[in-house]
C-alpha cells in the first residue's frame, strides 16, 4: 500500500496512474470491520481503492470529544494492508485546511434534523471535508456506511447539488454478533456500557418487527421509554421517517428508515434499521 500526506503527491501519484475506476472510502480511522467491508467492497468493482484517515477538526462540536477521538495509525495501516487497499491518504490538519477558512453549502432542511439537531454544524464540517476529499481524489465510486445514514443522504445531496461526477455506494451496517453496530467509539465503552448499549439495535428491532404506519408516534414514544429504561442509556432520539427526505414518515410513505441516538455511560452512539 501507498501511503501519501500531501494532496499534490496523491494527485500526481493518481494522475501517473490513470486508472479507470477509483474507489474511495474516506475515514477517521480506528478502522474497524465496518470499514473494512466499504474497501472490501470497492476492491470488487474498481482498479484502485483509496482510503483517508482524517480525523476532520471542523465536523466536531465538542473539543473533547475532537480530542479524546482514538488514532491508532499504526494498527490501521495493517489493516488496510491486509485488506488489500492500493492507496492511504493520510493528511495533517494543514495539508487539508487554510487558517480561519470559511465554508457554507445550503443542503436544506435536512441537515437540522436528527443529528443536526443534537450536533449544530456537523454537517456543515462534514460537507466541507468530503467536498475537498473528493476534489483530490476525484474517484468513480464513494463508498459509505449505512451506519451513519443521515450523513450518506446529506453527501447525496451535496453530490447532486454540485454536480460531482461520483457515484454513491451505501454499504450495509456490520455488527457485532450480539447486534451492536460496529463503530470506532465502541473501544469507549465500559463493560457495562457496552451490556447496556445493546438496547439501540434491539429497540431497533422490536420497532421493525412491530411497525405499523398508523401508529409511528406511539412507537417512537415507547422505544424512547425503552431505551430509558436501562442503566445510564440517555436516549436523544428516536425518529421513523422518510428514506430519502428523513422528514416524519407517515402511512404513505415508500421507504422508511427508522434511527435513534443515545447516549451510554459518557459514549454517544448512533444506529438505525431499514424498515420498508
Ligand atoms: O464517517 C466519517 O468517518 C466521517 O464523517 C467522514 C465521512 C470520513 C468525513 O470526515
Request: include cysteine.
Amino acid at each position: 500500500m501507498k501511503t501519501f500526506t500531501t494532496r499534490s503527491q496523491i494527485r500526481q501519484y493518481l494522475n501517473a496512474q490513470g486508472a479507470a475506476k477509483v474507489g474511495f472510502v474516506p475515514t477517521m480511522g480506528a478502522l474497524h470491520n465496518g470499514h473494512i467491508s466499504l474497501i472490501t467492497q470497492a476492491k470488487q468493482a474498481n482498479d484502485v481503492t483509496v482510503c483517508s484517515i482524517f480525523v476532520n477538526p471542523t465536523q466536531f462540536n465538542d473539543p473533547k470529544d475532537l480530542e479524546k477521538y482514538p488514532r491508532p495509525i499504526e494498527a490501521d495501516k495493517a489493516k488496510l494492508e491486509l485488506a488489500g487497499c492500493d492507496i492511504l491518504f493520510n493528511p495533517g490538519v494543514s495539508d487539508m485546511y487554510d487558517d480561519n477558512e470559511q465554508w457554507h453549502l445550503d443542503i436544506g432542511p435536512m441537515e437540522q434534523l436528527l443529528e443536526g439537531e443534537f450536533r449544530p454544524g456537523h454537517y456543515q464540517g462534514v460537507t466541507q471535508v468530503v467536498f475537498k476529499l473528493l476534489d483530490i481524489v476525484k474517484p468513480t465510486n464513494l463508498y459509505m456506511g449505512q451506519k451513519d445514514y443521515q450523513q450518506f443522504m446529506i453527501v447525496s445531496r451535496m453530490v447532486e447539488l454540485l454536480n460531482i461526477p461520483v457515484n454513491m455506494v451505501m454499504c450495509p451496517i456490520e455488527r457485532e454478533t450480539d447486534g451492536l453496530a460496529m463503530s470506532s467509539r465502541n473501544i469507549h465503552l465500559t463493560p457495562a456500557d457496552r451490556e447496556h448499549s445493546l438496547v439501540l439495535s434491539k429497540t431497533l428491532n422490536w420497532v421493525k418487527n412491530n411497525f405499523d404506519a398508523n401508529n409511528i408516534e406511539v412507537l417512537q414514544q415507547q422505544a424512547m421509554e425503552k431505551m430509558a429504561s436501562i442503566n445510564d442509556v440517555v436516549p436523544e432520539y428516536f425518529r421513523i421517517v422518510d428514506g430519502k427526505t428523513l422528514l416524519p414518515a407517515n402511512t404513505n410513505t415508500q421507504s422508511i428508515v427508522a434511527l435513534t441516538a443515545a447516549r451510554v455511560g459518557k459514549t454517544r452512539l448512533i444506529d438505525n434499521v431499514l424498515i420498508k
